[in-house]
C-alpha cells in the first residue's frame, strides 16, 4: 500500500519521501562545513547586490536529473543560493505571502550561483554531477567548497574552473559575477 503525505498544494508519494530524506543523509554537514557555510553566507549576504539563501529547495522537475546520475527527481537542495537583489518599485506587491503560514517549498528560479560546502560524508564526484545540473539548469557559477583543504573551486562551466586555497591566494574571485572574498574570512578558525 502506498502511503501518501499532503503539504499544502503539494502531495509526495513514498518513492519522493524517501528521496527528501535520503538526500538529507547524505549532506549531513559538521562543525567546519556549517562554520564554512555561516561565513560565506555572511560575506556574500553584506554585498548589496546579492539575496543569499540557505538550503533553499529548488524545482528541478523541468529536467530529468538521472541523465546526470543523480537519484533524487524534483528538487536540488545547494549549501547556499545566491540570487541578484531586485530594487523593488514601491507599489509593486510584497515578495512574502499575504498569510504567515503560506510558505514556498520548492522555488522554480534558479540562482545565479549555487555553492556546495563539501561534507565529510559526500564525495567530490557526487557534488560535481550536481553541478553538471546545475549548468544545465541555467545557474552561471558553481562553487565546490572544501572546509577540510581550506579550497575553493570556483566553476563558470562544466568543467571549466579556477582554484583557490588558504597557501596561495589572499581572495576567491568569481570572474563571472564580479565576486570577490577574502579566503581568511571564508576559513576563519573559532574557538569553544
Known amino acids: 500500500m502506498s502511503e501518501v503525505i499532503e503539504r ?3 502531495v509526495l508519494d513514498n518513492n519522493e519521501i524517501d528521496d527528501i ?8 554537514g559538521s562543525l567546519y562545513h556549517s562554520a564554512t557555510q555561516t561565513h560565506l553566507a555572511n560575506l556574500l549576504y553584506n554585498n548589496e547586490r546579492f539575496v543569499v539563501l540557505v538550503e533553499l529547495s529548488l524545482d528541478t522537475g523541468q529536467i530529468d536529473l538521472s541523465q546526470f546520475g543523480l537519484k533524487i527527481k524534483t528538487e536540488m537542495k545547494p549549501d547556499l543560493c545566491v ?5 523593488e518599485p514601491k507599489l509593486k506587491k510584497p515578495l512574502l505571502p499575504k498569510r504567515l503560514n503560506t ?3 520548492r522555488v522554480p528560479q534558479m540562482p545565479l550561483l549555487a555553492i556546495e560546502v563539501l561534507a565529510p560524508s559526500q564525495s567530490v564526484n557526487e557534488l ?3 553541478f553538471d545540473a546545475y549548468f544545465a539548469l541555467g ?3 558553481c562553487w565546490l567548497v572544501m572546509p577540510s583543504l581550506e579550497e575553493v573551486k570556483v566553476y563558470s562551466q562544466q568543467g571549466s574552473y579556477k582554484t583557490f586555497d588558504t597557501q596561495r591566494d589572499t581572495e576567491v574571485t568569481d570572474e563571472v559575477l564580479d565576486i570577490h572574498l577574502p579566503m581568511n574570512k571564508i576559513f576563519e578558525k573559532f574557538e569553544w
Do not use: A
Request: aromatic letters at 8%; glycine letters at 4%.
Open 8 to 10: 499544502d498544494d503539494e
Open 21 to 28: 530524506f535520503n538526500e538529507e543523509e547524505i549532506g549531513m
Open 103 to 105: 510558505d514556498v517549498l
Open 139 to 141: 545557474i552561471q557559477s
Open 83 to 87: 540570487y541578484k537583489r531586485q530594487l
Open 128 to 130: 560535481l554531477m550536481k
